[in-house]
């Protein structure tokens, strides 16, 4: 037996007194919230333009912040994903930590070349360690229905532990010169390399969560997962798919790090996860699922950049980033309660998105 849903759109549905639907009002916030979050990096700027201007305006050190951010945006990516679905990802660092410990190993055996062969078994076996990691969180949290915090605080600690015992605590530094030169500290058109992943990477990030189906169903899961049951969304298997996407995007992570750092640095991804979900939030996702941006993610990653940044150069201890951060945590969370809370006036919970609700396929 099958449904036939007409393919053509129809019109969207409103709420009651004609409003426009709960999604539609959350949207239209998280916009408005990423555009105050650009105002405030705008604002950072120009403090320490004014406080430092020789050292802090000169386009070498805006480099150095694009520079940084490069590796916290490919994780944020991933990180957005996770979070719109409603998830949490605090393994992060670790598989980042892992894939880079694994891929560094693998290049090590391979032999002494220092050719692309060797990059590539090094950037194959990252990736592959990235994606298992995400595999096993998302059939933990989708099948086991274990929740994701507990999930991924499992396998920090697992990925981690291993990266340890494989190493003995002691970071490793196998890469060849040829992926050292062209990704870790290369250029395309004067632009840093690892810029241009991120970049690409961003990109993709916009294209995939708002001009695709996998990103209408990673949002639509995020909103109300058993609406999306009832109109034939596997659910289960898209945060499989979601979870996986992000712990690619780790390995990746883990192959950008070994190559800048030309070192696995084990010890030092201990704020990583703190940086992108504060980013991530910060930017405008919402940690209760359903909506988010991955431009929002990548203005929100750039201010704990910034200020670390701009910190150091006017010499204020860099423990005082930290805490700036965890306050514009909290206060994105706020904002993100009153924001719903204001969405959802006329309605008891968010409905699935308009546009699945307009371009639902046959279900059968």
Not at 204 to 225: C, D, E, M
Not at 316 to 342: C, H, K, N, S
């Amino acid at each position: 037996m099958s449904i036939q849903v007409e393919d053509r759109v129809a019109p969207a549905p409103e709420s009651v007194g004609g409003k426009p639907p709960v999604q539609q009002r959350l949207r239209a916030a998280v916009r408005a919230q990423a555009l105050q979050i650009v105002l405030v990096w705008l604002g950072i700027v120009a403090l320490f333009g004014v406080l430092a201007p020789g050292a802090f305006l000169d386009p070498a050190n805006f480099r150095n912040i694009a520079i940084s951010v490069s590796i916290l945006a490919v994780l944020g990516v991933g990180t957005t994903f996770i979070i719109v679905t409603g998830g949490i990802d605090l393994s992060m660092g670790s598989v980042l930590v892992f894939s880079g410990v694994v891929a560094s190993m693998a290049m090590e055996r391979t032999g002494d070349g220092q050719g692309w062969g060797v990059a590539a078994v090094g950037a194959v076996v990252a990736l592959g360690s990235g994606l298992g990691w995400g595999l096993l969180n998302g059939v933990i949290v989708a099948k086991l229905k274990v929740p994701p915090m507990i999930t991924t605080l499992g396998t920090f600690g697992a990925a981690l532990g291993l990266a340890q015992v494989l190493t003995g605590g002691i970071d490793l530094r196998a890469a060849p010169d040829v992926l050292v030169d062209t990704l870790g500290f290369g250029a395309l058109a004067g632009i840093p390399s690892l810029v241009v992943v991120a970049a690409v990477v961003v990109v993709g990030g916009i294209v995939l969560l708002h001009h695709t189906r996998f990103g209408l169903h990673t949002s639509a899961v995020g909103s109300n997962p058993e609406a999306c049951r009832r109109v034939g969304i596997r659910v289960d298997r898209q945060l499989i798919k979601v979870y996986a996407m992000a712990g690619l995007l780790a390995g990746l992570a883990g192959l950008l790090n070994l190559t800048f750092f030309r070192s696995t640095t084990i010890a030092g991804h201990a704020l990583t996860n703190l940086d992108v979900i504060a980013g991530v939030v910060i930017g405008g996702t919402s940690l209760f699922g359903g909506v988010g941006t991955v431009f929002g993610t990548l203005v929100g990653l750039l201010i704990p950049a910034t200020l670390r940044n701009g910190f150091v150069i006017i010499g204020v201890e860099p423990y005082w980033q930290q805490v700036v951060v965890g306050a514009f945590l909290v206060i994105a969370v706020y904002a993100d309660q009153v924001r719903r809370t204001a969405a959802a006036r006329g309605g008891t919970r968010p409905s699935l998105p308009a546009r699945l609700l307009r371009s639902r396929k046959d279900v059968r």
